[in-house]
């Protein structure tokens, strides 16, 4: 069968392609599950989401995002390999034009068709989120793996907001959602250092990878995929495939919470 070239419609944004000059630890990777090491010392992830922390969903022009107040410690994560607590500031998600890919890292070069980001940052070593993205180790990223399967109803009341901001820069108020319903109920996950997936591709991120992914069904995924990357009164071009090729492991280990 022919070889389908999942990068052949890459986002502008990754056409370029540009590795950050020098880049010892970018982001996404591919995990092999039997070359990481499994770490007695990982603790539990600790999960405190107030779901009235929640704020608006919009279009970024390479994603839809939802975003929180991040101005007190509501909704935090701490435990697992951090060394203290981390704010939650926005997640987004990362899809195909297919089901066949999607997401941003793989394991065992196995890709889902769609992979959740749950962005963190640091507010004892960064005064904003803006400054943690250029720490070393200001944000915490947590990714779940999206397959194929059963209808996800926490996350439909997503979904259904979708058609409001379907042009770029699109915001529509979204109150009183909780992303731990986004977590799988399997607390294994891997972990290693890595980077921002967009730019400015900074490697300021402690990534903490769910193995057990969440099922959505088609439907779900399908309104995933009727989002536009483009402006409204501009040709449509359908936001599909916004991941970012695999990048070098080069001199990293990652570590399982489990053996
Ligand atoms: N895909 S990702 O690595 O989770 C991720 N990238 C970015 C990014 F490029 C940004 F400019 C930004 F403000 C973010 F909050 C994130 S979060
Ligand atoms: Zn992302």
């Not at 007190?72 to 990362?94: A, C, W």
């Not at 799988?184 to 997936?197: K, R």
């Not at 057990?212 to 359908?238: C, H, W, Y």
């Amino acid at each position: 069968c022919t070889q389908i070239n999942r990068n052949a419609a890459l986002h502008p944004l990754w056409q370029s392609e540009l590795s950050v000059s020098g880049g010892t630890r970018q982001s996404p990777i591919n995990i092999h599950w039997r070359d990481s090491v499994y770490d007695p010392h990982l603790k539990p992830l600790k999960i405190h989401y107030d779901p009235a922390t929640c704020l608006y969903i919009w279009n970024n022009g390479y994603s839809f995002q939802v975003e929180f107040d991040d101005t007190t410690d509501k909704s935090v994560i701490m435990g697992g390999p951090l060394e203290n607590h981390y704010r939650l500031k926005q997640f987004h998600f990362h899809w195909g034009a297919i089901n066949e890919w999607g997401s941003e890292h793989m394991v065992d070069s196995k890709v889902y068709p769609a992979e959740l980001h749950l962005v963190h940052w640091n507010p004892v070593t960064s005064t904003s989120f803006e400054d943690a993205i250029m720490e070393n180790n200001g944000l915490v990223v947590i990714g779940v793996f999206l397959k194929l399967g059963a209808h996800h109803a926490g996350l439909q009341k997503l979904v259904d907001a979708l058609p409001a901001v379907k042009h770029k820069d699109a915001i529509v108020e979204f109150d009183v959602f909780d992303p731990s319903c986004l977590m799988p109920s399997c607390p294994d996950y891997w972990t290693y250092d890595g980077s921002l997936t967009t730019p400015p591709l900074t490697e300021s991120v402690t990534w903490i990878i769910k193995k057990t992914p969440i099922e959505v069904d088609q439907n779900q995924l399908e309104e995933f995929r009727m989002l536009l990357f483009t402006s409204a009164g501009e040709e449509e071009k359908r936001m599909v495939d916004n991941f970012r090729p695999l990048q070098p492991l080069m001199n990293r280990t990652v570590r399982s919470s489990f053996r």
